[in-house]
Each structure stands twice: as structure tokens, then as C-alpha cells.
């Protein structure tokens, strides 16, 4: 049987607090229906926002004040769905939310329409005469450059009543893995039974030191993923497929191109964020692995064993109140009103970080406007939970400083933007650690954590943008997208960049069922980018103390403001170039060579 509790049975004091989101289940109910009559008030404007520069601020002004009350809305939906994804009050919440989006995207598809169609040169005029319009102009550009690409008012608004339709995909995803995936139990070395979950295996057995149970999780956990695979096959092709037809549809000359016009990005920082990583890494993280293999004394090396500890005697453990601890001093260079929202954040219940049945997997960090950042981990007392919840800081300490200079329309910055400052502060953490002790175990013991941080963001997700690539032009040239053709597909991916350490198993060929990231866009690459850039922002905090932190807390402020490369050049890091990435895969040499020398 399970041990994991219910999540009735959790202490409350380590669970995230929702009342300030919404009082209760009824002020939330209240507030759907509230949106739901506000959606005429913005149809007033309809066939009215070309008449002036006054009208079309009034309807600007409206329309965001609808989406971000939206946008409450769903976070406190889908945060109690994460919470726990079994219960059908949550899960018909997120299904209403889903419902009432895509009558607000189709009911206010007109504003898009009538800004497209004035005439040349009238915008800049009005921008002009009407000073508020300042607060929509980066909105308004990017509306602007997708014009070649959008198509008439009705079919618009016709797809906007389909995006919960649209969105399905993602919604099947996650609710086959929270809700209907089942791992049996297995039996350890030592005749315990041990009861297995996604949760369990990812923060627990897939790092356990133990080579008998962490392979008979793997074997429980591969079997689960299996009796799934046809059905997320189905879902993930689905997915692509509707992809495929939005960019025709659109006149994009490719996915890709539709997928990444959002992003802000030449299409050439793609290509060489997948071609220049995984040249240039592959080698580094072979050394890793072949050193994995005789540091732990396997007669193969599983992918299974690529999170195994190699020093599993030193574990120290890290309650959540000294890891919190150890995050505040490693934040300090960041300042006092950085380090006081991270205090904040972490003392008064906005992090959820009980293990119960039910709740999702990973961690992330959800920033609703106007209100405070919520984080989602499981907390098991390792280092590694230290860094991952440093990590969803970095989210949340950006959206909150974003918030405070930003309007609502302006908060988010394109996704390769997004993962740089939290990953920026795991670098940060890393820092203060070396900078601190120069025992050989800790040191070592950090090298590790920060080598698992490059192979999550430079090996995990890159390799799922790899996978992307390679389906999205599979999909485009006629080709059909089954559970065999994936799992082929993936391990092929897999075997091209481990070379001849790593053992490729059934089990390595379906992790492409592990990540929602599929249904996000071209998601898993950003945080490949954001490893770069924060990188090298770490390295020159390193170098120049004071004047690179005020750089960097004045890209935070900035938000949405600016497109992902001119963000960067704020902090003095030209993305443009791929000598960034040159510098960050070898940083990661460097760390394998130390590593290397410890183990000698």
C-alpha cells in the first residue's frame, strides 16, 4: 500500500495558502460569474476601437482588466488541480476556467481584428495624442508584426471559440498522469515492499544510492509509463498534428517558424542553441558518465543511473528551514528587497511542499498579478530540493519585482527569457557554497549539484527540443507519429549523445512521457538559453559584484518590455553571438575536470 498521505491529512503548515488568491470556493465561483457578465462590457467597444485614440485606450484598459482577472482565476483553479490532481471538484474547475477563456478569446477576437485594420501610420499618431497607449505600445508592436500572418476577423474568432478544443492535448496529458498512472509496488534487496509514483520516483528512487532499488523503481516506473504509451502517443501526435496545420494555416513556412514567432527570437538562436549544445557537450557529459560508471561500479550504466549519488555517504541532510537558511545567505548579493521577498516567500505558506496522493510532479512557480508568486515542490530534505526551490525563487523574485514596475500586459517576457533569472539563482547558490568551504567532499558534493542543473537544462529539455525538431519534420513531410515511432525516435536521440556509455533501454525510450513540455510550444529549449545567460551573468557577478547585480535587477524590473535579446544586452550578454554558448559548455568541462580530480 501506499504511505502517502491524502491530501486532507496534510499538515496545513506545509501547504501553500490560496485565501489570498480567493477567500473561499464561493468568492471563487462568484468571481467566474462576474467574468463571465464582464465579457459583454468589453463587447461594447466591438466596431468602436477605430474611431479614436481615446476609445481604443478605454477598450485596452478593459481587455486587460478582463485578463488578468482571468488569469486569477485559472491559477487558483489550476493550482488546487496540482495540489491534487485526483479530485473531481479541481478538475472540473480547471474544465470550467478552459471553457470560459476560450468564450473570452472568441468574444474579444474583434479587438485584434479592428487594430489590424487601420490605416497605415494612424497608430503612431494616436500613440502620440493619447500618452496611456504607452503603457500597450510593446503589445501592440508584436500585434503588429504577426498581421502578415493572421487571418480574416471570422475564422479568428471562430479559432479563438476552439481553444479549449485546442488546448485539449495538454489537458489529457496531464490529467492521464496525475489521475490515471499507476506504478506497482516492488520488493528492495532487503524484502521491504516499496510503494512507487511519479512524485516517489523522481524525488526519491531515481537518485537512491542503492543500485537494487533504484533499478526496480525503474522497472516499475517503465512498466507504468508503458501501459499509457499508446494513449500518449495518440495525445502528443495530436498535438504536433494541430501545430503543423495552425502554421499552414497561417502561412508560416514551417512549425517552427509559427512556434517561434511568439518567441521573439531568430530562428538561427534555435538552431544553434540544439546544434551547438549538443556538439560541444556531448563529449564533456560522456567523461561524466564513463566516471559514473567506475565511481559506482556498474558493468553498464543504465539511464537509470545518470541521477544515482556518487557520494552517497556524504548527505547531508537539509531540512526545509536550513535550506531556506542557506538560500537567504546565498541571495544576499542580490540586495535587501530581493532577499526580503525571498524571506517572505518562504515563511508564509507560499510554497506548497507536502508530498501527498494526487499532486504533481516537479516543481514550478506560478505568479499571479497583483497578488504574490506560489511555488510547488516536494520537499525530501536533500540538497538537491535546496537548489530546485532557489530555482522557482528566481521565477518568483522576477515576476514580483516585474509586477511592481509593470502593468499586467507587460509583465511576461518571451519564453527564452523565462528560465534565465531561475536558474540564475542555483548559480548563485553554487557560488556561495564554493566561496564558503574548501572541504573536498562539500565541494565536490556541490559540483554535483550544479552538473545536475546542466544535464535537467543542457541534456534533459535539450534533448526534448531535439525531439521536437525531429517530429515537427516528420509530421510536415506526411510522416505518422505512434508510440513505436517515438520511443525509436527518442532513442536514437539518446544514443547519438551518450555514445557508448549509456545503456539505452525501453525504459530511456519512452521519457518522452515524463514532460508536459511537449504541449507548451517549443518550451524545452529556453531553458537551455536560460543556462547560458545565466551563465555568464553569474560569472560576471563573480567578476564585477554591485554594478552587474543592478544590471541584472533592472532586466527583472523590466519584464515584458523588451524582446529576449535586447533583455539579455541590458545585462550585457549578447545571445546574438554563439560565443555564449561556446563559454557555457566549457564551463561544463571545467566541472567535469575537477570532478575527475576528485575521484582519483
Known amino acids: 500500500m501506499s504511505n502517502r498521505l491524502a491530501r486532507a491529512d496534510v499538515p496545513v503548515e506545509v501547504t501553500w495558502d490560496l485565501s489570498d488568491l480567493f477567500a473561499d470556493d464561493a468568492a471563487w465561483e462568484s468571481e467566474l460569474q462576474a467574468v463571465a457578465g464582464a465579457l459583454s462590457a468589453i463587447s461594447a467597444y466591438q466596431g468602436r476601437l477605430g474611431h479614436d485614440a481615446a476609445t481604443l485606450h478605454d477598450g485596452l484598459n478593459a481587455l486587460e482588466s478582463l485578463?488578468?482577472?482571468?488569469?486569477?482565476?485559472?491559477?487558483?483553479?489550476?493550482?488546487?488541480?496540482?495540489?491534487?490532481?485526483?479530485?473531481?471538484?479541481?478538475?472540473?474547475?480547471?474544465?470550467?476556467?478552459?471553457?470560459l477563456h476560450a468564450r473570452?478569446?472568441?468574444?474579444?477576437?474583434?479587438?485584434?481584428?479592428?487594430?489590424?485594420?487601420?490605416?497605415?501610420?494612424?497608430?503612431?499618431?494616436?500613440?502620440?495624442?493619447?500618452?496611456?497607449?504607452?503603457?500597450?505600445?510593446?503589445?501592440?508592436?508584436d500585434l503588429l508584426e504577426q498581421r502578415p500572418h493572421r487571418l480574416g476577423a471570422e475564422t479568428e474568432r471562430a479559432l479563438a471559440a476552439l481553444g479549449e478544443v485546442l488546448d485539449a492535448p495538454a489537458m489529457i496529458y496531464n490529467r492521464a498522469k496525475a489521475g490515471d498512472m499507476q506504478f506497482a509496488s516492488f520488493t528492495?534487496?532487503?524484502?521491504?515492499?516499496?510503494?512507487?509514483?511519479?512524485?516517489?520516483?523522481?524525488?526519491r528512487f531515481e537518485m537512491h544510492a542503492d543500485a537494487g532499488v533504484r533499478r526496480a523503481a525503474w522497472a516499475s516506473?517503465?512498466?507504468?509509463?508503458?501501459?499509457?504509451?499508446?494513449?500518449?502517443?495518440?495525445?502528443?501526435?495530436?498535438?504536433?498534428?494541430?501545430?503543423?496545420?495552425?502554421?499552414?494555416?497561417?502561412?508560416?513556412?514551417?512549425a517552427e517558424a509559427y512556434l517561434l514567432q511568439p518567441h521573439h527570437i531568430p530562428q538561427a538562436?534555435?538552431?544553434?542553441?540544439?546544434?551547438?549544445?549538443?556538439?560541444?557537450?556531448?563529449?564533456?557529459?560522456?567523461r561524466y558518465a564513463r566516471l559514473r560508471q567506475r565511481v559506482l561500479g556498474l558493468d553498464q550504466l543504465l539511464h537509470c543511473d545518470l541521477k544515482a549519488p556518487l557520494d552517497p555517504e556524504f548527505n547531508p541532510h537539509m531540512?526545509?528551514?536550513?535550506?531556506?537558511?542557506?538560500?537567504?545567505?546565498?541571495?544576499?548579493?542580490?540586495?535587501?528587497?530581493?532577499?526580503?521577498?525571498?524571506r517572505r516567500a518562504m515563511t508564509r505558506r507560499w510554497v506548497d511542499r507536502a508530498d501527498n496522493i494526487g499532486k504533481s510532479s516537479g516543481a514550478f512557480c506560478a505568479s499571479p498579478y497583483g497578488v504574490h508568486p506560489y511555488i510547488l515542490i516536494t520537499w525530501s530534505d536533500t540538497m538537491r530540493n535546496v537548489?530546485?526551490?532557489?530555482?522557482?525563487?528566481?521565477?518568483g523574485g522576477h515576476f514580483d519585482l516585474a509586477m511592481r514596475h509593470q502593468h499586467f500586459v507587460n509583465l511576461y517576457p518571451a519564453m527564452p527569457f523565462i528560465e534565465a533569472p531561475s536558474i540564475m539563482n542555483e548559480m548563485l547558490l553554487a557560488q556561495h557554497i564554493l566561496a564558503g568551504s574548501q572541504e573536498p567532499r562539500l565541494r565536490r558534493s556541490v559540483i554535483l549539484q550544479v552538473l545536475g542543473t546542466y544535464h535537467h537544462n543542457f541534456v534533459t529539455h535539450l534533448l526534448e527540443a531535439e525531439l521536437q525538431r525531429q517530429l515537427y519534420a516528420l509530421a510536415e513531410g506526411g510522416g505518422a507519429?505512434?508510440?513505436?515511432?517515438?520511443?525509436?525516435?527518442?532513442?536514437?536521440?539518446?544514443?547519438?549523445?551518450?555514445?557508448?556509455?549509456?545503456?539505452?533501454?525501453?525504459?530511456?525510450?519512452?521519457?518522452?512521457?515524463?514532460?508536459?513540455?511537449?504541449?507548451?510550444?517549443?518550451?524545452?529549449?529556453?531553458?537551455?538559453?536560460?543556462?547560458?545567460?545565466?551563465?555568464?551573468?553569474?560569472?560576471?557577478?563573480?567578476?564585477?559584484?554591485?554594478?552587474?547585480?543592478?544590471?541584472?535587477?533592472?532586466?527583472?524590473?523590466?519584464?515584458?518590455t523588451k524582446k529576449p535579446l535586447a533583455l539579455m544586452q541590458m545585462a550585457g550578454i549578447d545571445l546574438a553571438s554563439p560565443q555564449p554558448i561556446h563559454d557555457a559548455v566549457a564551463y561544463v568541462g571545467r566541472l567535469v575536470d575537477e570532478l575527475e580530480t576528485s575521484f582519483a
Open 104 to 141: 473570452v478569446d472568441a468574444g474579444t477576437s474583434f479587438v485584434d481584428a479592428e487594430i489590424l485594420a487601420l490605416p497605415e501610420g494612424r497608430l503612431p499618431d494616436w500613440m502620440a495624442a493619447e500618452p496611456g497607449l504607452a503603457d500597450f505600445e510593446v503589445w501592440l508592436n
Open 67 to 99: 485578463q488578468l482577472r482571468m488569469a486569477r482565476l485559472g491559477t487558483f483553479a489550476h493550482l488546487r488541480l496540482a495540489q491534487d490532481g485526483t479530485d473531481a471538484q479541481h478538475q472540473a474547475a480547471v474544465a470550467r476556467v478552459s471553457a
Open 481 to 560: 507519429i505512434t508510440a513505436a515511432v517515438l520511443n525509436q525516435t527518442k532513442g536514437r536521440i539518446l544514443a547519438r549523445f551518450w555514445g557508448d556509455t549509456v545503456t539505452i533501454d525501453d525504459g530511456a525510450r519512452m521519457t518522452w512521457m515524463r514532460q508536459p513540455h511537449y504541449y507548451m510550444g517549443l518550451y524545452p529549449y529556453t531553458y537551455a538559453v536560460g543556462l547560458v545567460a545565466a551563465t555568464a551573468m553569474s560569472l560576471r557577478i563573480q567578476r564585477e559584484g554591485a554594478p552587474a547585480v543592478q544590471r541584472w535587477l533592472g532586466v527583472l524590473k523590466a519584464g515584458g
Open 319 to 342: 531540512s526545509y528551514e536550513d535550506g531556506c537558511a542557506l538560500i537567504l545567505q546565498a541571495l544576499a548579493v542580490m540586495g535587501p528587497d530581493y532577499l526580503d521577498f525571498a
Open 387 to 395: 537548489f530546485t526551490l532557489a530555482h522557482e525563487l528566481g521565477h
Open 221 to 254: 516506473f517503465s512498466a507504468g509509463l508503458k501501459a499509457f504509451q499508446q494513449t500518449c502517443a495518440a495525445t502528443f501526435a495530436t498535438e504536433v498534428g494541430k501545430n503543423v496545420a495552425l502554421a499552414r494555416l497561417r502561412g508560416h513556412s514551417g
Open 269 to 286: 538562436v534555435y538552431t544553434n542553441t540544439l546544434d551547438l549544445i549538443q556538439t560541444g557537450l556531448a563529449p564533456h557529459m560522456q
Open 188 to 203: 528492495d534487496d532487503t524484502g521491504a515492499v516499496q510503494a512507487n509514483s511519479f512524485n516517489g520516483f523522481e524525488s
